[in-house]
T-cell receptor, first 112, second 113 residues
Framework: KQEVTQIPAALSVPEGENLVLNCSFT??????LQWFRQDPGKGLTSLLLIQSSQREQTSGRLNASLDKSSGRSTLYIAASQPGDSATYLCAMRDANAGKSTFGDGTTLTVKP | DAGVIQSPRHEVTEMGQEVTLRCKPI?????LFWYRQTMMRGLELLIYFNNNVPIDDSGMPEDRFSAKMPNASFSTLKIQPSEPRDSAVYFC???????????FGQGTRLTVV
């Protein structure tokens, strides 16, 4: 059974800092890994999707990496802004069945 | 496309009542997922459909929960009878296939009193 862990559970940084969010998983048999953002009381917004055959994806100030051999993914946020404050979740898509397993998320606060 | 549409956005009901949550997936998406999110347990997959057929319902907590997908553009999640511990945010998501991104609705916040 896939287990997904996100560390840290919460992170507070001053504006402008570069930061890394971590996601680890136990079963490397995945189709893809997806990073989401969730604002309080809102739904999930997809940020980046990395296919199993890829190692990283970039979108603007965001860069996500995938290392299946070590069971890890990171989300790098460059030059953080107060608007980046949200909870970030990673999810693994099962290679066999197509369902996703989510981590508990990292709640990021970027202070102006 | 307007994205995944869920209704209602909020639902408050008394214990014992029947609750029906609704979802309209993105047109053309063959996969539909129902998730539940709570502070204690995070995001949990309840059930998912492929081409309107339930594939895996192992996440459905008990027989009080049921889900249907009568056609490609509509799904329901029903709780009967509802209990206070069912209070959570219920999300619906859809995906074109099992290798592409999943798109989430805004969720239904259910409170059972």
């Amino acid at each position: 059974k896939q287990e997904v862990t996100q560390i840290p559970a919460a992170l507070s940084v001053p504006e402008g800092e570069n930061l890394v969010l971590n996601c680890s998983f136990t079963d490397s048999a995945i189709y893809n890994l997806q990073w989401f953002r969730q604002d309080p009381g809102k739904g999930l917004t997809s940020l980046l999707l990395i296919q199993s055959s890829q190692r990283e994806q970039t979108s603007g100030r965001l860069n996500a990496s995938l290392d299946k051999s070590s069971g890890r993914s990171t989300l790098y946020i460059a030059a953080s802004q107060p608007g980046d404050s949200a909870t970030y979740l990673c999810a693994m898509r099962d290679a066999n069945a197509g369902k996703s397993t989510f981590g508990d998320g990292t709640t990021l606060t970027v202070k102006p | 496309d307007a994205g995944v549409i869920q209704s209602p956005r909020h639902e408050v009901t008394e214990m014992g009542q029947e609750v029906t949550l609704r979802c309209k997936p993105i047109s053309g998406h063959d996969y539909l997922f129902w998730y539940r999110q709570t502070m204690m347990r995070g995001l949990e997959l309840l059930i998912y459909f492929n081409n309107n057929v339930p594939i895996d319902d192992s996440g459905m907590p008990e027989d009080r929960f049921s889900a249907k997908m009568p056609n490609a553009s509509f799904s329901t999640l029903k709780i009967q009878p509802s209990e206070p511990r069912d209070s959570a945010v219920y999300f619906c998501a859809s995906s074109p296939d099992r290798v592409l991104a999943a798109f989430f609705g805004q969720g239904t916040r259910l409170t059972v009193v």
